[in-house]
């Protein structure tokens, strides 16, 4: 039984942030963080005031993981009814504005998994990504196998999830997992500034843009490329693309209105 919230939300702006908030369980994940984690994300999806949001933790964890006490308490049967980290990746995958994870201390297991599926990842010096599950006699079960080898190559997967070894974050930058790295105490703010950047362009666009690179991972070149011109022809019926082209000819700002 939870007796405080297991994640916080605020607003900057037309930013969402959403902070995990189970401090001394270095916000592993049970059912109802990812629960609650869920509602909050589909919350600002739907909202249109919002154009990006930011998941974070706080400065020791973004998130060490599965709920291993939880987990404990599973057999096959049980992992394979209640596989809320299933639900989290299928729900994660369908958010249509940018997700942001802005990463300090421990981002372990579930932790790394939730973070990669982030759309950028901006991480403290002090961030530590690893997929240790192999030291629990178990593999990484919330995407880490699939999503690891795609953003840093087989190698280094293999080297992570093999050994259980960590990154710490000036490697995981030079790897590719993250896409810049920060004293811890500026984290957050960076990515909320980069979450308003993005909040200030035409929401549909942007919608469209990360859609058109999340189906790079699923399509094969040929299939991606006709996708992206699929997409890219469907902005021309923007008003904010007619509004786009005129503001840059006319040399002014765009006014997105958002259609
Ligand atoms: N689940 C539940 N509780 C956890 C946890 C987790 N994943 N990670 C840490 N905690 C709890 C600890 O049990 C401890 O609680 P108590 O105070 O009640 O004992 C508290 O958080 C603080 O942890 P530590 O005392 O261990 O802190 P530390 O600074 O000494 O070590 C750490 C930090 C290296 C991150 C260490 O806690 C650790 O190794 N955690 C487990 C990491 C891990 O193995 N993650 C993978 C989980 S399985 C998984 O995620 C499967 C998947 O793919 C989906």
């Not at 297991?6 to 916000?27: D, F, H, Q």
Request: proline share 3%.
């Amino acid at each position: 039984m939870e007796l405080e919230p297991t994640i916080l939300t605020r607003e900057e702006g037309n930013v969402g942030i959403i902070t995990l908030n189970r401090p001394k369980a270095l916000n592993a994940l049970n059912a109802i963080l990812i629960d609650e984690l869920l509602a909050a994300l589909r919350s600002y999806d739907r909202n249109s005031d919002i154009g990006a949001v930011v998941v974070t933790g706080n400065n020791k964890a973004f998130c060490a993981g599965a709920d291993i006490k939880e987990q404990r308490e599973l057999d096959f049967v049980g992992a394979y009814n209640t596989d809320y980290l299933k639900d989290l990746n299928d729900a994660i995958v369908a958010i249509h504005k940018p997700i942001i994870g802005a990463i300090n201390g421990y981002a372990l297991g579930g932790g790394c998994e939730l973070a990669m599926m982030c759309d950028i990842l901006y991480a403290g010096r002090g961030a530590v990504f690893g997929q240790p599950e192999i030291k629990l006699g178990t593999i990484p079960g919330a995407g880490g196998t699939q999503r690891l080898i795609r953003a840093i190559g087989k190698s280094k997967a293999m080297d992570m999830i093999l050994t259980g070894r960590t990154m710490k974050s000036a490697e995981a930058e030079a790897s590719g997992l993250v896409a810049k790295i920060f004293d811890d105490e500026e984290t957050v703010t960076r990515a909320i500034e980069t979450a308003q950047k993005i909040a200030s362009f035409s929401a549909p666009v942007v919608a469209m843009a990360k859609e058109a690179v999340n189906e790079a991972e699923e399509l094969g070149l040929k299939n991606g490329l006709h996708f992206e011109s699929r997409l890219y022809h469907s902005s021309f019926g923007l008003a904010d693309h007619v509004e786009g082209f005129e503001a840059f000819l006319q040399k002014r700002e765009p006014r997105w209105t958002h259609k």
